[in-house]
């Protein structure tokens, strides 16, 4: 009986084991696709190299597209002539290519996924009337799902999204998948379904920068009134800045002007004297005659 028991736990065990391998590849390739999400680079004294992973079989090298693929450790790039393979080691940001001759080029993460962008923030939803279960997407890659219970842990790992599909892949290799259900305006991820649920996007919760946006006033708010001047050329009251003039003077009147007189008008002072010397002359000059 012995013998048939351990004989029956051999076979389960060899049946479950391929399930377990084919269920821990697909754990790897989704981690390394993940990873792998966004923009690298690699620099050298005079040059750069660009990788770009935009999906999940395309990416570009140095802005040329090329299909590519993950098998366990290695990354596939297949050409129309050839295909490249490089064994790939990735760590956070840093990802490092090693070809079939041991040349190594380490490439630094410069950007997050396009599509990876618009999802960020909190995410709720409620299981029941009480229950509220969260989730928050962050940093373009990393995503956390709060446990409910204090006996339960939160769930950490990275994610990518392929077309509606949000797929996550956790630290303690957990794999699942979300959908996305919409978008607001802007093009963000606002309402998402995972394992049947709706989750919504917390309002209070910081949208990304998506770029400067101008601050327009409201037509209804008048400007504010300007600032008084810090010195006023003249204090409230005090004389006018120009003296009035003198009655019958213009400002285009020279002073030759000023000693004309219009017939009938009375001589001044001075005129009056002018006269009397000239008359003073006049009859001296007749006495000197002969």
């Not at 999940?56 to 090329?66: C, F, I, P, V």
């Not at 990393?142 to 797929?167: H, L, M, T, V, W």
């Not at 991820?189 to 946006?213: A, K, M």
Request: aromatic content about 12%.
């Amino acid at each position: 009986m012995k013998i048939k028991n351990i004989f029956v736990l051999f076979l389960i065990i060899t049946d479950l084991f391929p399930v377990y391998l084919a269920a821990q590849d697909d754990y790897e390739i989704h981690n390394t696709l993940g990873l792998l999400r966004g923009t690298w680079e690699f620099h050298t004294f005079d040059s750069k190299r660009t990788l770009q992973f935009n999906s999940d079989e395309q990416m570009s090298m140095d802005n040329k597209q090329y299909n590519y693929s993950i098998q366990s450790d290695t990354l596939i790039i297949n050409d129309k002539s050839q295909s490249l393979q490089f064994r790939i080691l990735l760590s956070n940001d840093s990802c490092a290519l090693i070809s079939d001759d041991g040349f190594r080029q380490v490439f630094a993460r410069i950007k997050y996924g396009e599509e990876e962008f618009y999802l960020n923030g909190i995410f709720y939803s409620y299981l029941d009337s009480i229950t509220r279960h969260t989730i928050l997407f962050r940093n373009g890659n990393e995503f956390e799902i709060r446990a409910i219970s204090p006996d339960e842990q939160n769930i950490r790992g990275i994610y990518r999204i392929e077309g509606d599909n949000i797929y996550l892949a956790s630290d303690n290799e957990y794999f699942d998948v979300a959908r996305i259900y919409h978008r607001d305006y802007s093009n963000r991820i606002n309402v998402i379904i995972y394992q049947n649920h709706y989750y919504d996007l917390e309002e209070s919760e910081e949208p990304p920068d998506y770029g400067p946006t101008p601050k327009i006033p409201p037509i209804w708010d008048p400007p504010p009134p300007p600032p008084p001047h810090p010195h006023p050329p003249f204090p409230p009251g005090g004389p006018h800045p120009f003296p009035p003039k003198p009655p019958g003077v213009n400002d285009n009147t020279s002073n030759t002007d000023i000693n004309k007189t219009e017939p009938g008008r009375r001589k001044d002072g001075a005129q009056q004297n002018q006269d009397k010397d000239k008359g003073a002359d006049v009859q001296r000059d007749k006495k000197r005659r002969p």
